[in-house]
């Protein structure tokens, strides 16, 4: 439940904190004195859209922080809201996503307005009340039919995408045969490119490299004297004179070393000199083999591996395009077979909704007696839709006939406003207690009440809130007498601003604020009595 909101530099409001209890908090003040300001912040704190130009004027950002305990945690929830547009979200002092305090809040607080009447009016909103009512019952059913719509609808736009293109199927047939086989021809390998530009850049330098080779062997091994053989004299006067020190015979060792070592570089330098020949004839091959792996990157890829890449790719089109019909029938097959599954799936669903439909109709004909609809009858329409859908195959609807004798009809086509809000106070009543959620908020419920239906109305959010924390905000005496806890929003100006406090009453207070909703702004001791006569009444 909510324990504590601090709101400070939010519209009207400079700073204010108020704590909450459990039982019924009820919030009464003048019209356009702020409460539904109030609401609004409550409502950032539990993850609504921010916007601005809730900021004080002059202020740079406005900030809201609600404490409340859930599953026995508590959480502090932080909003900032700037006046450059920027917004920050904390949970217990940590930067989350304004999803992650949606997803708390979800569990925390259910907040009706006074203009979700107008979604009970929606036939499309229907099935997501039924859906919630008991959801423990249809969820696994749910899920089952969102999981096989979903592989039934691949599989139509398949199918669908398959026959598109059915006419077309032999010309693209004929012509990823022609790219196919001309890749193929091409008999491509990876890194032979790179080889053929290093093989023609060989055999066009072929003779300048053949004569610089043959130079340096013939300097080194064939001329006369050669430098092999100076360094062969070298090697031979150093080892006369190694006996005589040990850098004598390390230098010789040294000598030797170099000797043997370009000697075997002479022998590498021999074997590549023979090796080289020039010939035209495969320089022209080079050449011609070159420009052909060229042409096939050129259109069908940049590199030798994105050609290849695209053969793989033309496999598997040239699979599907000679196996249309195969898989035309398999498809078809398979279609068949998810709509068979499909329509099974949806027909559990729809039983278990109706099996729910009837319970919920009896449980929503009892909180309407309660709420003054004595002669009132209530019925939850579940007709089957053309085609099944992610939901299921069921177009749910309630009717409801609020006068003994009249024929059930469309809630957008009987209701007045008065008989909207307790029908949605039933609702959120049933609803609520098997989402568990421990907070409700009902921000003027009581649109187009009075008399005795609004004592009714008090008797049942009385009863509400014995079993959760309710925070009402209302302008009728009779609901504002039964609160266990009240406070009263008010404003006050001075020359420059305009600043909005909200405070706790204590009995005589709360006596003093029934008695000015009974009689306006003159409070009478007659007033005052009935004040005290509707909270004793209240209270039996």
């Known amino acids: 439940m909510i324990t504590h909101i601090s709101i400070r530099n939010f519209a009207t409001i400079e700073n204010i904190e108020v704590d909450f209890e459990d039982g019924l908090n009820i919030i009464?003040?003048?019209?356009?004195?702020?409460?539904?300001?109030?609401?609004?912040?409550?409502?950032?704190?539990?993850?609504?859209?921010?916007?601005?130009?809730?900021?004080?004027?002059?202020?740079?950002?406005?900030?809201?922080?609600?404490?409340?305990?859930?599953?026995?945690e508590e959480y502090i929830i932080t909003r900032e809201i700037s006046a450059a547009g920027k917004n920050l979200c904390r949970l217990n002092g940590e930067i989350?996503?304004?999803?992650?305090?949606?997803?708390?809040?979800?569990?925390?607080?259910?907040?009706h307005g006074q203009y979700d009447n107008q979604s009970l009016l929606d036939p499309e909103y229907h099935i997501v009340l039924l859906d919630s009512y008991r959801h423990d019952d249809t969820d696994?059913?749910?899920?089952?039919?969102?999981?096989?719509?979903?592989?039934?609808?691949?599989?139509?736009?398949?199918?669908?995408?398959?026959?598109?293109?059915?006419?077309?199927?032999?010309?693209?047939?004929?012509f990823y045969r022609f790219e196919a086989d001309e890749i193929d021809k091409a008999r491509l390998k990876t890194g032979e490119d790179a080889e053929l530009e290093e093989k023609i850049s060989l055999l066009q330098n072929s003779e300048k490299i053949y004569e610089n080779l043959r130079n340096a062997y013939s300097t080194v091994y064939e001329d006369s004297p050669s430098v092999m053989e100076g360094l062969n004299h070298a090697v031979r006067s150093v080892e006369e004179i190694a006996f005589c020190s040990a850098d004598m015979a390390s230098l010789s060792e040294e000598f030797s070393d170099i000797y043997y070592r370009l000697e075997d570089a002479c022998r590498q330098l021999r074997s590549i000199k023979d090796s080289v020949v020039f010939s035209p004839e495969e320089l022209d091959e080079a050449i011609l083999r070159l420009e052909t792996i060229e042409n096939m990157k050129k259109k069908y890829g940049g590199t030798v591996e994105s050609v290849l890449a695209y053969r793989e790719e033309l496999r598997h089109r040239l699979a599907v395009s000679e196996n249309f019909d195969e898989m035309k029938i398999s498809l078809m097959k398979q279609l068949k077979q998810l709509r068979t599954s499909l329509l099974s799936?949806?027909?559990?669903?729809t039983a278990a909704r109706t099996a729910k439909a009837e319970i919920l109709e009896h449980a929503i004909q009892k909180e309407l007696n309660d709420l003054n609809f004595p002669d009132s009858s209530v019925k939850i329409s579940v007709s089957p839709l053309e085609e099944p859908s992610s939901e299921g195959a069921d177009k749910v609807e309630f009717l409801i006939s609020t006068n003994r004798g009249?024929?059930?009809?469309?809630l957008y086509r009987i209701v007045s406003g008065g008989e909207m809000s307790r029908i949605m106070l039933a609702f959120k009543n049933i609803i609520s207690s098997y989402d568990h959620i421990p907070t409700l908020i009902f921000d003027e419920i009581d649109t187009g009440i009075s008399g005795v239906t609004a004592s009714v109305v008090a008797v049942k959010l009385r009863e509400i809130a014995s079993a959760r924390q309710v925070l009402c905000i209302t302008h009728l005496p009779q609901i504002a007498a039964a609160g266990d806890h009240n406070y009263r929003i008010h404003k006050e100006s001075d020359d420059s601003s305009t600043y909005t406090f909200i405070d706790p009453l204590g009995e005589q207070e709360k006596v003093s604020e029934i008695a000015r909703l009974l009689g306006g702004a003159v409070i009478t001791d007659s007033t005052v009595k009935s004040a005290e006569e509707l909270i004793f009444r209240s209270k039996s």
């Open 28 to 72: 009464t003040g003048e019209t356009g004195s702020g409460k539904s300001v109030v609401i609004e912040a409550v409502s950032l704190a539990l993850g609504s859209r921010a916007d601005s130009s809730y900021v004080r004027t002059g202020k740079d950002k406005a900030v809201i922080q609600l404490v409340a305990s859930l599953d026995g």
């Open 96 to 111: 989350v996503t304004l999803a992650r305090i949606s997803q708390i809040a979800s569990r925390l607080a259910d907040i």
């Open 345 to 349: 799936a949806c027909g559990e669903l």
């Open 140 to 174: 696994l059913l749910r899920k089952k039919v969102s999981d096989i719509y979903d592989q039934y609808s691949k599989c139509r736009k398949s199918l669908a995408s398959l026959l598109s293109g059915e006419k077309e199927n032999s010309r693209r047939l004929d």
């Open 406 to 410: 009249e024929p059930l009809k469309p």
